[in-house]
């Protein structure tokens, strides 16, 4: 698909719904304004840096896809990360703080803000369904620092599993917990595992919301939907008129749609005819985000939105080393050695694949991240694969003595 215009603005609002500074509500009749307690000064801090990450990181990934539609999900890419920054050190730790914008905030600050935030967003509306699971797949028997491991236990809830890597199901286990925890949305986050590959740190997020106020079916109807070269497709446009937050200004005009109870909610952003899309994210910042946010006011509006369901594999590599951290990728200068006293780790990869379906009822979505770490060492190449599928040879012996007892030559095994 190559919905690029509108599809990207509204994509822009949803990829923020889970560190935006969120109203809260307990059922389906009424949305509060109020959160079921207030947030900490820890916790305010982080989802201001986490809004930072989230915008400068969206920024460089769509620089590198500015054709395709770009689906994001920061806070799974920050989980993963947060758990990764437990095992960096010295200016790989550094760097990483810095691509994740959280500043000045000290690390037991940064472990405990996490996990009280994952708690506010697993109980915040019982209308809406939301899961974050995290998990830790290691080689087995290879002497990870067992302080780094309890410490993601601890703050991250995660699973910490040792594995054969070189044993064929080992990617089976890995891939069927992303399966489970993304309920069979997203089938698998690696491909392979290398023979250097150390580590998988894993975060996973599940949503599903239904709109507090739902678009009627029968009013969806076929209509076209313009891209920026002047181009045309069919898509099935939803409707519905609702009180809703609204704001119009001279850049943009954008609503909010909320789920469940209200605590929830895509944000749907329409840049002023004429800004093409790739400018207006370049544009963008978090001070601008969050002036817009607080610039919302109710009113009656009739909300046009196509249905979609978009899928996004990307690599953030790149992004995240124009953000600040690419030591961290670096063989010759990464330093995990809080992870692995003996070094020679780093980062071989950050992956994430997401999933959204928009539709009358509400919105399905959930996210994968995955930061592989691998050895610099010359590890062993795996078992060696010995088909014995032609004629062979074969010889009972004894060992000690080099005694042979039998030989013989097998040209067809299934002839007595």
């Given at each position: 698909?190559?919905?690029?215009?509108?599809?990207?603005?509204?994509?822009?609002?949803?990829?923020?719904?889970l560190t935006m500074a969120a109203c809260g509500g307990k059922n389906v009749t009424g949305v509060s304004d109020q959160l079921p307690r207030e947030l900490t000064v820890l916790e305010k801090k982080l989802v201001e840096r986490d809004n930072r990450f989230s915008i400068d990181l969206f920024k460089q990934t769509n620089a590198l896809d500015a054709k395709k539609n770009v689906i994001l999900s920061p806070?799974?890419?920050?989980?993963?990360?947060?758990?990764?920054?437990?095992?960096?050190?010295?200016?790989?730790?550094?760097?990483?703080?810095?691509?994740?914008?959280?500043?000045?905030?000290?690390?037991?600050?940064?472990?405990?803000?996490?996990?009280?935030?994952?708690?506010?967003?697993?109980?915040?509306?019982?209308?809406?369904?939301?899961?974050?699971?995290?998990?830790?797949?290691?080689?087995?028997?290879?002497?990870?620092?067992?302080?780094?491991?309890?410490?993601?236990?601890?703050?991250?809830?995660?699973?910490?599993?040792?594995?054969?890597?070189?044993?064929?199901?080992?990617?089976?286990?890995?891939?069927?917990?992303?399966?489970?925890?993304?309920?069979?949305?997203?089938?698998?986050?690696?491909?392979?595992?290398?023979?250097?590959?150390?580590?998988?740190?894993?975060?996973?997020?599940?949503?599903?919301?239904?709109?507090?106020?739902?678009?009627?079916?029968?009013?969806?109807?076929?209509?076209?939907?313009?891209?920026?070269?002047?181009?045309?497709?069919?898509?099935?446009m939803m409707m519905q008129t609702a009180y809703l937050d609204y704001l119009a200004n001279d850049e943009i005009e954008a609503v909010d749609l909320p789920y469940g109870g209200g605590a929830f909610r895509m944000t749907v952003i329409l840049p002023r005819a004429g800004q093409r899309m790739d400018a207006f994210i370049a544009n963008l910042t978090a001070e601008k985000w969050q002036a817009w946010m607080?610039?919302?006011?109710?009113?009656?509006?009739?909300?046009?939105?196509?249905?979609?369901?978009?899928?996004?594999?990307?690599?953030?590599?790149?992004?995240?080393?124009?953000?600040?951290?690419?030591?961290?990728?670096?063989?010759?200068?990464?330093?995990?050695?809080?992870?692995?006293?003996?070094?020679?780790?780093?980062?071989?990869?950050?992956?994430?694949?997401?999933?959204?379906?928009?539709?009358?009822?509400?919105?399905?979505?959930?996210?994968?991240?995955?930061?592989?770490?691998?050895?610099?060492?010359?590890?062993?190449?795996?078992?060696?694969?010995?088909?014995?599928?032609?004629?062979?040879?074969?010889?009972?012996?004894?060992?000690?003595?080099?005694?042979?007892?039998?030989?013989?030559?097998?040209?067809?095994?299934?002839?007595?």
């Amino acid at each position: 698909m190559k919905k690029v215009g509108f599809f990207v603005a509204v994509l822009m609002g949803l990829i923020l719904w889970l560190t935006m500074a969120a109203c809260g509500g307990k059922n389906v009749t009424g949305v509060s304004d109020q959160l079921p307690r207030e947030l900490t000064v820890l916790e305010k801090k982080l989802v201001e840096r986490d809004n930072r990450f989230s915008i400068d990181l969206f920024k460089q990934t769509n620089a590198l896809d500015a054709k395709k539609n770009v689906i994001l999900s920061p806070l799974s890419a920050s989980f993963a990360l947060a758990m990764t920054l437990n095992g960096a050190n010295h200016a790989t730790r550094d760097s990483m703080i810095l691509a994740l914008r959280l500043g000045d905030m000290q690390e037991s600050e940064i472990n405990q803000s996490y996990q009280s935030l994952m708690e506010l967003l697993l109980n915040l509306d019982p209308n809406v369904i939301m899961e974050i699971a995290n998990a830790i797949f290691y080689k087995e028997n290879y002497g990870f620092e067992q302080a780094f491991l309890d410490i993601n236990r601890k703050y991250f809830n995660a699973e910490v599993r040792g594995l054969n890597f070189f044993d064929p199901g080992a990617l089976g286990i890995i891939n069927g917990w992303v399966k489970d925890k993304t309920r069979g949305k997203i089938e698998k986050i690696i491909d392979n595992i290398d023979p250097n590959d150390v580590m998988f740190l894993i975060n996973a997020i599940y949503f599903k919301g239904i709109w507090l106020y739902q678009f009627d079916k029968s009013k969806t109807q076929d209509d076209q939907f313009r891209l920026e070269d002047g181009s045309t497709r069919e898509v099935k446009m939803m409707m519905q008129t609702a009180y809703l937050d609204y704001l119009a200004n001279d850049e943009i005009e954008a609503v909010d749609l909320p789920y469940g109870g209200g605590a929830f909610r895509m944000t749907v952003i329409l840049p002023r005819a004429g800004q093409r899309m790739d400018a207006f994210i370049a544009n963008l910042t978090a001070e601008k985000w969050q002036a817009w946010m607080n610039s919302f006011g109710k009113d009656s509006v009739t909300v046009h939105l196509p249905r979609f369901k978009l899928r996004y594999d990307t690599r953030l590599n790149r992004p995240l080393s124009d953000i600040g951290m690419g030591i961290a990728f670096d063989p010759q200068r990464a330093d995990f050695t809080r992870m692995y006293k003996n070094g020679g780790l780093f980062i071989s990869y950050v992956r994430q694949k997401t999933y959204v379906e928009v539709n009358e009822e509400g919105t399905e979505a959930a996210a994968v991240t995955v930061v592989a770490v691998r050895s610099t060492a010359i590890g062993p190449s795996g078992p060696k694969l010995f088909r014995v599928d032609r004629p062979f040879l074969f010889v009972i012996r004894e060992k000690n003595s080099g005694t042979i007892l039998f030989i013989g030559k097998v040209l067809d095994p299934t002839a007595e």
